[in-house]
């Protein structure tokens, strides 16, 4: 018995680590409807594009809009996430991303860039954002941009004395992060995480999101 629950608990660990490893690295809010999230792969293995989705809590809101899945990359073949690699969910509807404009030059060809027309990525800097994952026993959240059940004051979490701000900015997660952020945090700090990439400020509208790529090394 003892061993049983011992190899089950070590189950539930593994999983745990695999899916923290499976996270935000960029995210986009730009003009009008212009916006992205990439996510990258360091679980050890491929995993499908299906297994993921991403929930936006609106307004301080408790409970997400509906999700935005995709299924395929941009290639009309790929389903799967290399290990290593990157998938970008980006909204292609009215005053979104054109297809042109996705051109991730840093990123390499394994490396996909995804579409996503869900409007659940209508977020504004002021939105919570959960990535999800399901391995096959349910969703559960592997990463969070923003504290759910809060709506800070301007419309946007900012960094105060700086110009670090999630409203019309493109933001990068720092390399020294290595796993997302599965707890609700009791305040939400802009600047442990993210940053401008090379202390750029490239703010709305953002006609490409030729920046998307792996992190900054």
Not at 30 to 47: F, L, R, T
Not at 56 to 63: A, F, I, K, P, R
Not at 83 to 94: D, E, P, S
């Amino acid at each position: 018995m003892k061993r049983l629950l011992f190899s089950t608990l070590m189950a539930i660990s593994c999983f745990q680590l695999k899916a923290q490893t499976i996270f935000m690295t960029e995210y986009v809010e730009g003009d009008k409807n212009q916006h992205a999230i990439e996510i990258v792969n360091n679980s050890g293995a491929p995993i499908d594009i299906s297994s993921l989705r991403i929930c936006t809590y609106y307004n301080g809101g408790l409970t997400h809009s509906s999700p935005s899945f995709a299924t395929l990359a941009d290639d009309g073949v790929t389903n799967k996430i290399p290990h290593q690699g990157v998938f970008v969910f980006y909204f292609t509807g009215q005053d979104g991303f054109q297809d042109a404009d996705a051109t991730f030059p840093n990123a390499k060809k394994s490396q996909r860039a995804g579409i996503s027309k869900g409007g659940s990525l209508g977020f504004n800097g002021n939105d919570a954002i959960e990535l999800q994952y399901n391995n096959g026993s349910g969703w559960k959240r592997v990463d969070l941009f923003g504290k759910i059940g809060d709506n800070p004051d301007m419309q946007a979490w900012k960094v105060s004395g700086t110009k670090l701000t999630a409203s019309n900015r493109a933001l990068y997660r720092i390399s020294s992060v290595k796993t997302g952020v599965v707890e609700n945090p009791e305040v939400f700090d802009l600047a442990k995480e993210w940053a401008l990439v090379n202390n750029e400020i490239p703010a709305a509208p953002i006609n490409s999101l030729g920046q998307a790529g792996p992190p900054m090394k």
